[in-house]
């Protein structure tokens, strides 16, 4: 911008080489993959691990995502070296589909009472005959009501194909 000394005499810098090399800040990055769950193909700041989670979910089991389940990976591995933000898409196959699971509402005072599941002692059962679920109380569930099997993300729903018997506390699932 010129600078004005006098009507019709004025100073005015030009320049003439290039500025040096500025340092920019590497503890901003952008990563996309496939999550568990989070908003689809929308860049979302995220500034820790416990964040990540909270809006996309854990690990993945390798059963689900044979090969695209490394972000959750990277995302800790950014953190655990001193990145400080990183900007997270998630992005789906364009063969994927919704999902067709029933959700569960977590629990609140208008909530049905829940009964915690657990599975049968480790070496118990066979590959073909795996081992029953016991129910912990002495009454059990009735047929058709959901149980929540596991904890966190791994949890999964099955449903009682018959009533429990009092003596046994068995109840088989499908």
């Given at each position: 911008m010129p600078e004005y000394l006098a009507p019709g005499v004025y100073v005015e810098e030009v320049d003439t080489g290039s500025k040096p090399i500025e340092g920019v800040s590497t503890s901003t990055a952008a990563m996309v993959g496939v999550t568990e769950r989070g908003p689809v193909d929308v860049p979302v700041l995220i500034t820790g691990v416990g964040e990540f989670v909270r809006w996309f979910g854990g690990l993945l089991r390798t059963s689900?995502?044979?090969?695209?389940?490394?972000?959750?990976?990277?995302?800790?591995?950014?953190?655990?070296?001193?990145?400080?933000?990183?900007?997270?898409?998630?992005?789906?196959?364009?063969?994927?589909s919704k999902a067709a699971s029933p959700l569960?509402?977590?629990?609140?005072?208008?909530?049905?009472a829940s009964t915690?599941?657990?599975?049968?002692?480790?070496?118990?059962?066979?590959?073909?005959?795996?081992?029953?679920?016991?129910?912990?109380?002495?009454?059990?569930?009735?047929?058709s009501d959901w149980l929540r099997i596991g904890d966190g993300s791994t949890a999964e729903y099955r449903q009682a194909t018959g009533a429990s018997v009092a003596e046994t506390v068995v109840v088989p699932v499908h």
């Open positions: 689900d995502y044979l090969e695209h389940r490394f972000l959750p990976h990277a995302v800790e591995g950014f953190f655990t070296n001193g990145g400080k933000r990183v900007f997270i898409t998630r992005v789906l196959d364009r063969a994927a569960f509402d977590r629990g609140d005072a208008t909530s049905v915690l599941v657990r599975p049968a002692g480790e070496g118990t059962g066979t590959g073909a005959s795996p081992p029953v679920l016991v129910i912990l109380p002495v009454t059990g569930p009735n047929a």
